[in-house]
Every structure is written in C-alpha cells, then in structure tokens.
C-alpha cells in the first residue's frame, strides 16, 4: 500500500510562501502523474498543478498560475509545491495524489487519482 503524507502547511500572510512536501512510503511515485489538490471550508475540492512522471509535463489551475510551482524528485520520492505570493482565498486544505494508472498523463479530474494523502492545511491572512 503506498501512502502519501504532506507537509509544510501553515498560517502565513498575504503575499507570503510556502513550500509543501508530499512524501510516499510504501511504494514508488516514479511512474505516475502527480496531482495537487485543495478544498476551502464549504467549497468543493479543485485542481492546482498537475506533474508528469518524468516532470516534463506540467499544468496549472488558472487561479495558481505564475505563482505556484510543482516539482518532483523521483529519486527521493516527493512532490513539492512552491507557493509564492499568497492570497487568502489560497486558503484550504492541501492534498497531493497519485494517478490510478502507471505511465498516463494525468487530467485535472480528481476521479483519475487513486492514492491520497491526509493533507495539509494553508491559511493565508490579510
């Protein structure tokens, strides 16, 4: 069973960074598409960056765009996601996951990723 953990949540203000980290155990993330994910309170969860298997292929939400970026490294098995100049409608629970099939391009649909972390929470004040 491969498990996903995040870290590098916080409580940061506007205009700030963060830096999270989605670690796997328990298994490889080499060839899968990774995701990143949020869910504000009382808002349905959305898309934020998507990286290919091999970090070549990479999308953003239009929201998170020139100011987020998403990075791998196969070798340590972690998924980062650097975020820069904060809003406070950043705000939510961050989640990373990993693509149900090996060596596919993942899409912005979270039904297309099969593991999971626990998340990670990010609150931007003003």
């Known amino acids: 069973q491969v498990q996903l953990a995040e870290s590098g949540g916080g409580l940061v203000q506007a205009g700030g960074s963060l830096r999270l980290s989605c670690t796997a155990s328990?298994?490889?993330?080499?060839?899968?598409?990774m995701a990143w994910f949020r869910q504000a309170p009382g808002k349905e969860r959305e898309f934020v960056a998507r990286?290919?298997?091999?970090?070549?292929?990479?999308y953003y939400a239009d929201s998170v765009k020139g100011r987020f970026s998403i990075s791998r490294d196969n070798a340590k098995n972690t998924v980062y996601l650097q975020m820069d100049s904060l809003k406070p409608e950043d705000t939510a629970v961050y989640s990373c996951?990993?693509?149900?099939?090996?060596?596919?391009?993942?899409?912005?649909?979270?039904?297309?990723?099969?593991?999971w972390g626990q998340g990670t929470q990010v609150t931007v004040s003003s």
């Open positions: 996951a990993r693509h149900r099939t090996p060596f596919l391009l993942g899409s912005t649909s979270e039904s297309e990723y099969g593991y």
């Open positions: 328990g298994g490889t993330l080499t060839s899968y598409s």
């Open positions: 990286i290919s298997l091999s970090g070549g292929g990479i």
